[in-house]
Protein backbone atom coordinates (compact mmCIF):
# COMPACT_ATOMS: atom_id res chain seq x y z
CA UNK A 1 0.00 0.00 0.00
CA UNK A 2 1.11 3.42 -1.08
CA UNK A 3 1.79 5.48 2.44
CA UNK A 4 0.81 9.02 1.87
CA UNK A 5 2.38 12.10 4.38
CA UNK A 6 0.15 15.35 4.54
CA UNK A 7 0.75 17.72 6.74
CA UNK A 8 -0.59 18.03 10.60
CA UNK A 9 -2.28 20.92 11.26
CA UNK A 10 -2.87 24.13 8.67
CA UNK A 11 -4.68 27.64 9.34
CA UNK A 12 -6.61 29.73 6.88
CA UNK A 13 -8.89 33.18 6.68
CA UNK A 14 -12.30 32.87 5.20
CA UNK A 15 -12.31 34.08 1.11
CA UNK A 16 -8.32 32.29 1.70
CA UNK A 17 -7.95 29.90 -0.98
CA UNK A 18 -6.55 26.56 0.56
CA UNK A 19 -4.11 23.84 -0.75
CA UNK A 20 -3.37 20.98 0.72
CA UNK A 21 -0.19 18.78 -0.51
CA UNK A 22 -0.14 15.24 0.31
CA UNK A 23 3.38 13.13 -0.75
CA UNK A 24 2.81 9.30 -2.14
CA UNK A 25 5.83 8.27 -3.59
CA UNK A 26 5.37 4.92 -3.86
CA UNK A 27 2.48 5.15 -5.68
CA UNK A 28 1.21 2.09 -8.50
CA UNK A 29 0.70 2.34 -11.78
CA UNK A 30 -3.35 1.82 -10.97
CA UNK A 31 -3.37 3.78 -8.01
CA UNK A 32 -6.09 6.52 -7.55
CA UNK A 33 -5.67 9.30 -5.64
CA UNK A 34 -9.05 10.36 -3.38
CA UNK A 35 -9.48 12.86 -0.80
CA UNK A 36 -11.99 12.88 2.31
CA UNK A 37 -13.65 15.76 4.45
CA UNK A 38 -14.95 15.08 8.44
CA UNK A 39 -16.32 17.26 10.39
CA UNK A 40 -16.03 16.37 14.25
CA UNK A 41 -18.21 13.22 15.31
CA UNK A 42 -19.38 12.39 11.90
CA UNK A 43 -17.80 9.87 9.10
CA UNK A 44 -15.71 11.58 6.40
CA UNK A 45 -17.22 12.07 3.37
CA UNK A 46 -15.79 11.91 -0.20
CA UNK A 47 -14.66 14.88 -1.75
CA UNK A 48 -12.67 14.30 -5.29
CA UNK A 49 -10.72 11.72 -6.37
CA UNK A 50 -8.14 12.06 -9.98
CA UNK A 51 -5.83 9.58 -11.65
CA UNK A 52 -4.01 12.78 -13.19
CA UNK A 53 -3.31 15.42 -13.90
CA UNK A 54 -6.28 18.08 -12.49
CA UNK A 55 -10.08 16.89 -11.58
CA UNK A 56 -12.35 19.97 -10.59
CA UNK A 57 -15.81 19.70 -9.07
CA UNK A 58 -18.55 21.65 -7.55
CA UNK A 59 -16.12 21.45 -3.76
CA UNK A 60 -12.39 21.11 -5.12
CA UNK A 61 -9.74 20.75 -7.80
CA UNK A 62 -7.33 18.23 -7.50
CA UNK A 63 -3.77 18.43 -8.66
CA UNK A 64 -1.63 15.51 -10.04
CA UNK A 65 2.10 16.23 -11.51
CA UNK A 66 2.83 13.72 -14.17
CA UNK A 67 4.93 11.66 -12.00
CA UNK A 68 2.01 11.28 -9.68
CA UNK A 69 4.52 10.94 -6.32
CA UNK A 70 2.15 13.90 -5.03
CA UNK A 71 -1.34 15.39 -5.21
CA UNK A 72 -2.77 19.13 -3.71
CA UNK A 73 -6.47 19.49 -2.63
CA UNK A 74 -7.49 23.10 -3.59
CA UNK A 75 -10.14 24.94 -1.77
CA UNK A 76 -11.48 28.16 -3.25
CA UNK A 77 -12.58 30.75 -1.18
CA UNK A 78 -13.18 29.06 2.27
CA UNK A 79 -15.29 29.30 4.68
CA UNK A 80 -15.75 28.63 8.73
CA UNK A 81 -17.52 25.98 7.51
CA UNK A 82 -14.97 24.43 6.08
CA UNK A 83 -12.95 23.60 8.89
CA UNK A 84 -12.26 19.96 9.17
CA UNK A 85 -9.84 17.14 8.73
CA UNK A 86 -9.03 16.39 5.27
CA UNK A 87 -7.77 12.88 4.34
CA UNK A 88 -5.80 11.78 1.63
CA UNK A 89 -5.89 8.62 0.16
CA UNK A 90 -4.19 6.21 -2.55
CA UNK A 91 -6.23 3.23 -2.98
CA UNK A 92 -4.83 0.19 -4.84
CA UNK A 93 -6.61 -2.04 -7.50
CA UNK A 94 -8.05 -4.24 -4.58
CA UNK A 95 -9.88 -1.43 -2.83
CA UNK A 96 -8.04 -1.48 0.83
CA UNK A 97 -8.89 1.98 1.82
CA UNK A 98 -6.40 3.10 4.51
CA UNK A 99 -6.65 6.65 6.05
CA UNK A 100 -3.86 8.54 7.43
CA UNK A 101 -3.61 10.72 10.22
CA UNK A 102 -5.08 13.96 7.70
CA UNK A 103 -4.94 17.76 7.92
CA UNK A 104 -6.76 19.44 10.46
CA UNK A 105 -8.08 22.52 8.50
CA UNK A 106 -8.92 25.56 11.07
CA UNK A 107 -10.48 28.48 8.90
CA UNK A 108 -10.51 31.94 11.00
CA UNK A 109 -13.23 34.71 10.49
CA UNK B 1 -32.23 7.28 -0.69
CA UNK B 2 -31.05 5.97 2.60
CA UNK B 3 -27.71 6.32 4.29
CA UNK B 4 -25.30 3.56 5.41
CA UNK B 5 -26.89 3.32 9.03
CA UNK B 6 -25.14 1.97 12.22
CA UNK B 7 -26.57 0.46 15.69
CA UNK B 8 -26.58 1.30 18.56
CA UNK B 9 -25.79 5.29 18.12
CA UNK B 10 -24.42 4.93 22.03
CA UNK B 11 -22.86 1.68 23.76
CA UNK B 12 -21.30 1.43 27.19
CA UNK B 13 -19.63 -2.06 28.36
CA UNK B 14 -17.26 -3.30 31.29
CA UNK B 15 -13.96 -4.30 30.22
CA UNK B 16 -13.95 -8.43 29.66
CA UNK B 17 -17.57 -7.69 28.07
CA UNK B 18 -18.50 -8.20 24.17
CA UNK B 19 -20.34 -5.54 22.21
CA UNK B 20 -21.61 -6.22 19.13
CA UNK B 21 -22.33 -3.49 16.43
CA UNK B 22 -24.24 -3.31 13.41
CA UNK B 23 -24.21 -1.68 10.12
CA UNK B 24 -26.90 -1.42 7.23
CA UNK B 25 -25.44 -0.29 4.24
CA UNK B 26 -27.22 1.70 0.91
CA UNK B 27 -29.35 -0.46 -1.28
CA UNK B 28 -26.81 -1.86 -3.99
CA UNK B 29 -23.78 -1.65 -2.15
CA UNK B 30 -22.15 -5.06 -1.40
CA UNK B 31 -18.83 -3.77 0.45
CA UNK B 32 -18.82 -2.89 3.83
CA UNK B 33 -15.88 -1.37 5.73
CA UNK B 34 -15.73 -0.78 10.05
CA UNK B 35 -12.74 1.30 11.05
CA UNK B 36 -11.84 2.51 14.60
CA UNK B 37 -11.46 6.43 15.03
CA UNK B 38 -10.21 6.57 18.92
CA UNK B 39 -10.56 10.28 20.19
CA UNK B 40 -8.98 12.94 18.21
CA UNK B 41 -7.02 10.27 15.72
CA UNK B 42 -7.80 8.92 12.59
CA UNK B 43 -9.14 5.95 11.56
CA UNK B 44 -7.50 2.75 11.59
CA UNK B 45 -9.22 0.01 9.05
CA UNK B 46 -10.52 -2.64 10.65
CA UNK B 47 -12.04 -5.03 8.44
CA UNK B 48 -13.88 -5.04 4.76
CA UNK B 49 -16.48 -7.09 3.73
CA UNK B 50 -17.57 -8.04 -0.17
CA UNK B 51 -19.87 -10.64 -1.38
CA UNK B 52 -20.34 -12.11 2.13
CA UNK B 53 -16.55 -12.89 2.55
CA UNK B 54 -13.76 -11.18 4.21
CA UNK B 55 -11.48 -9.64 2.08
CA UNK B 56 -9.21 -8.15 4.58
CA UNK B 57 -7.87 -6.72 7.97
CA UNK B 58 -6.54 -4.65 9.71
CA UNK B 59 -3.79 -4.75 12.34
CA UNK B 60 -6.05 -5.64 15.09
CA UNK B 61 -5.85 -8.58 17.39
CA UNK B 62 -8.68 -11.73 16.34
CA UNK B 63 -10.90 -10.74 18.94
CA UNK B 64 -12.38 -8.17 16.89
CA UNK B 65 -14.35 -9.98 14.16
CA UNK B 66 -17.46 -9.96 11.92
CA UNK B 67 -19.59 -11.01 9.53
CA UNK B 68 -21.40 -9.58 6.41
CA UNK B 69 -25.19 -10.94 6.01
CA UNK B 70 -26.53 -12.29 2.73
CA UNK B 71 -28.68 -8.68 2.42
CA UNK B 72 -25.31 -7.29 2.79
CA UNK B 73 -25.40 -5.62 6.37
CA UNK B 74 -22.70 -6.47 8.60
CA UNK B 75 -21.71 -7.38 12.05
CA UNK B 76 -18.68 -6.12 14.13
CA UNK B 77 -17.88 -8.19 17.29
CA UNK B 78 -15.38 -6.98 19.80
CA UNK B 79 -14.69 -9.69 22.47
CA UNK B 80 -12.93 -9.26 25.81
CA UNK B 81 -13.31 -5.47 26.04
CA UNK B 82 -10.39 -3.68 26.80
CA UNK B 83 -10.38 0.42 27.75
CA UNK B 84 -8.55 1.14 24.88
CA UNK B 85 -11.17 -0.05 22.52
CA UNK B 86 -13.09 3.22 23.58
CA UNK B 87 -13.71 4.88 20.37
CA UNK B 88 -15.93 5.64 17.59
CA UNK B 89 -16.79 2.93 15.01
CA UNK B 90 -17.43 4.04 11.45
CA UNK B 91 -18.96 1.56 9.26
CA UNK B 92 -18.34 2.41 4.82
CA UNK B 93 -20.25 0.66 1.85
CA UNK B 94 -19.48 1.32 -1.27
CA UNK B 95 -21.07 -0.09 -4.44
CA UNK B 96 -19.36 -1.89 -7.58
CA UNK B 97 -19.11 0.89 -10.02
CA UNK B 98 -17.46 3.77 -7.99
CA UNK B 99 -15.07 1.79 -5.37
CA UNK B 100 -13.14 5.03 -4.73
CA UNK B 101 -15.87 6.17 -2.60
CA UNK B 102 -17.39 4.96 0.64
CA UNK B 103 -20.29 6.14 2.24
CA UNK B 104 -19.91 6.49 5.80
CA UNK B 105 -22.93 5.86 8.69
CA UNK B 106 -23.33 8.11 11.76
CA UNK B 107 -20.91 5.62 13.53
CA UNK B 108 -21.28 3.87 16.92
CA UNK B 109 -19.40 5.46 19.75
CA UNK B 110 -18.39 2.54 22.29
CA UNK B 111 -17.24 3.26 25.48
CA UNK B 112 -15.43 0.44 27.76
CA UNK B 113 -15.47 1.36 31.69
Known amino acids: LAKTTQPISMDSYEGQEVNITCSHNNIATNDYITWYQQFPSQGPRFIIQGYKTKVTNEVASLFIPADRKSSTLSLPRVSLSDTAVYYC??????????FGAGTRLTVKP | EAGVTQSPTHLIKTRGQQATLRCSPI?????VYWYQQALGLGLQFLLW???????NRGNFPPRFSGRQFPNYSSELNVNALELEDSALYLC????????????FGPGTRLTVL
Open chain 2, 92 to 103: ASRDFINYNEQF
Open chain 2, 49 to 55: YDEGEER
Open chain 1, 89 to 98: LVVPNNNDMR
Open chain 2, 27 to 31: SGHTS
